[in-house]
């Protein structure tokens, strides 16, 4: 398993934009699938972002298709998640995930999980 510590979530307006950060440590984050998973009040867990380790393929949830990007740098074993156009209905906690397959990500079953990190969208 790799420890990851999320940062950069806030309060920003409908329209906003802000940028997550996910810091993996340890010397195996560049064998890991990475991804982004949220939480809304009263809401199960979902499915944001993911993308493998090499980094050449990505996955979106449709509700946040070309408004939401995640990369990844291996040599600062960090992932992020640019968020533009926010809604109100993108107000949740952002965790950031890590998995040897991807898919464990896509179906909110990944073995590492940071702490989280709110995004809160207004009105």
């Known amino acids: 398993q790799v420890q990851l510590v999320e940062s950069g979530g806030g309060l920003v307006p409908a329209g906003g934009s802000l940028r997550l950060s996910c810091v993996a440590s340890?010397?195996?984050?560049?064998?890991?699938?990475m991804g982004w998973l949220r939480q809304a009040p009263g809401k199960e867990r979902e499915f944001v972002a993911g993308i493998i380790k090499g980094g050449g393929h990505t996955r979106y949830a449709d509700s946040v298709k070309g408004r939401f990007t995640i990369s990844r740098d291996n040599a600062e074993n960090t992932v992020y998640l640019q968020m533009n156009e926010l809604k109100p209905e993108d107000t949740a906690v952002y965790y950031c995930?890590?998995?040897?397959?991807?898919?464990?990500?896509?179906?909110?079953?990944?073995?590492?999980w940071g702490q989280g990190t709110q995004v809160t969208v207004s009105s």
């Open positions: 340890g010397r195996t984050f560049s064998s890991y699938a």
């Open positions: 995930a890590g998995d040897q397959s991807l898919p464990k990500i896509l179906v909110v079953s990944p073995c590492s």
